[in-house]
């Protein structure tokens, strides 16, 4: 890394002489279920945060695994075995929860204070990390990756001098803060859309009088009919090919594409060469796909596609919905399909697959219920006020994917010292 004037004043430390601490954890069976004392997981610092709701606890700790495991404030925990995309992620502990333990499977990196901002050393981590640096020094195994501690202490940090690192600390902290408030305006909003839905699928637009059904509360107006009344044509699983070394050829949507309902090409792959093979399985707009087989949390999702014609094939674990045009809004009975009354729905009625992996056949999916108003054009008015909550919920994701990149740029001009942080911080102070 090449550094600007300024930063002829750094000076080159390893690890061992930055950190006070590099240890591991405390080596114990955890529980889940919220008895006795919060201990640090792999997913703790999933989000590179402390998320105090993925933590585990031990019960019975004694005295003194708790004056030697318990974090301490500004502690850094680093993700030493995992795979290789989460392999080194850090995150600082900021006191929350109140008292935390140092468990399995994470290092706590405590810096020395006298030379060293904790945060500076935790966002140089971050900066090693998005350029390969712990990728570059991990040993792999089977579906995962590990950085032991001998390469740890060895790991070359640059140290500018205690008040600029605490400036970049600043700066980086300002930017991320922004991208957090935005992230926060998104779950809210995404909040609010649902409870909207919730109200107008019991409600509807009108306010008419409503009556109790089997599936719960519903405008008088309103028929319950079963999705597989709705279709033009049969329920279609996708193809069933294995991952491809293929560079040309049938893009086939991953589950990342209904998951984060997210149908862009970064959510495909190749894995057909001939599309005269698969030409029933082309994505048309208002196809519905639906997650057959999932994890308990996915499994049921569905997702409507708006994009091109011929863009892409689904695979074997999404299930393809196709409606008869004039009797249901794709985007109203999608936005049905979402809701937590049908995604249990879909869970209660999956069956385990081996690996325990929770699957929906189709006659589940055919028998979904529906509330369906008969006019055609309350579901249009349903779906346009669905689609103006997606589009402010769009905008906010583009608003953090913005701070997003301008954190990491302002980290690779700031650790690479071609930016000085000083007055830059100043700025944001005032």
């Excluded at 392999?87 to 706590?108: D, F, Q, R, S, W």
């Excluded at 070359?156 to 008040?163: A, K, R």
């Excluded at 698969?278 to 996915?298: Q, S, Y």
């Excluded at 499994?299 to 892409?312: C, N, R």
Aim: aromatic letters at 6%.
């Amino acid at each position: 890394m090449q550094g600007s004037n300024y930063f002829v004043f750094i000076r080159h430390y390893r690890s061992d002489e930055t950190l006070d601490r590099i240890s591991n954890g405390v080596t114990r069976s955890q529980n889940k279920d919220r008895i006795g004392t919060p201990v640090t997981r792999i997913e703790t610092i999933r989000n590179e945060s402390v998320d105090p709701d993925r933590v585990g606890y031990l019960v019975d700790i004694a005295d003194d695994e708790l004056k030697k495991y318990r974090l301490e404030l500004d502690d850094i925990l680093f993700s030493h075995i995992n795979s290789e995309e989460h392999i080194g992620k850090t995150a600082i502990y900021i006191g929350t929860p109140e008292v935390l333990i140092h468990g399995m499977n994470l290092l706590l990196l405590r810096p020395n204070k006298k030379i060293c901002d904790s945060y500076y050393i935790n966002y140089i981590f971050k900066f090693y990390r998005l350029n390969g640096v712990f990728a570059g020094l991990a040993a792999r195994a089977v579906g995962q990756a590990s950085i032991d501690q001998g390469k740890m202490k060895s790991i070359d940090i640059l140290l500018p001098p205690l008040p600029e690192q605490r400036a970049i600390s600043r700066v980086l902290r300002a930017v991320q803060q922004a991208r957090e408030a935005r992230l926060r305006e998104i779950a809210l909003e995404r909040e609010r859309k649902a409870a909207l839905m919730e109200h107008l699928f019991r409600h509807g637009t009108r306010g008419e009088a409503t009556k109790q059904t089997d599936i719960g509360e519903m405008p008088v107006s309103w028929e319950i009919v079963m999705l597989g009344d709705l279709l033009r044509e049969r329920l279609r699983n996708g193809h069933s090919a294995n991952a491809s070394s293929l560079k040309d050829g049938v893009r086939t949507l991953t589950l990342a594409a209904v998951t984060k309902n997210d149908f862009s090409i970064k959510n495909t792959k190749i894995t057909v060469a001939d599309p005269l093979k698969v030409e029933d399985l082309w994505l048309e707009p208002g196809d519905i796909f639906i997650e057959r087989a999932n994890t308990p949390e996915f499994v049921g999702l569905a997702s409507l596609y708006q994009g091109p014609k011929d863009f892409a094939i689904f695979p074997d674990l999404m299930v393809r919905v196709r409606l008869k045009e004039d009797n249901a809004d794709p985007k109203f009975l999608v936005e049905f399909l979402i809701t937590r009354q049908c995604r249990s729905y879909f869970r209660r009625n999956a069956a385990s697959t081996t690996g325990n992996m929770p699957k929906i056949d189709h006659g589940v999916i055919e028998r979904t219920p529906i509330p369906l108003p008969k006019d055609f054009l309350e579901q249009q008015i349903i779906a346009k006020i669905c689609r103006a909550g997606d589009a402010k919920i769009a905008a906010l994701e583009h608003e953090a994917s913005l701070h997003d990149e301008l954190f990491r740029a302002m980290l690779e001009e700031l650790m690479t010292g071609r930016l000085r942080a000083g007055a830059l911080a100043e700025k944001l102070h005032d």
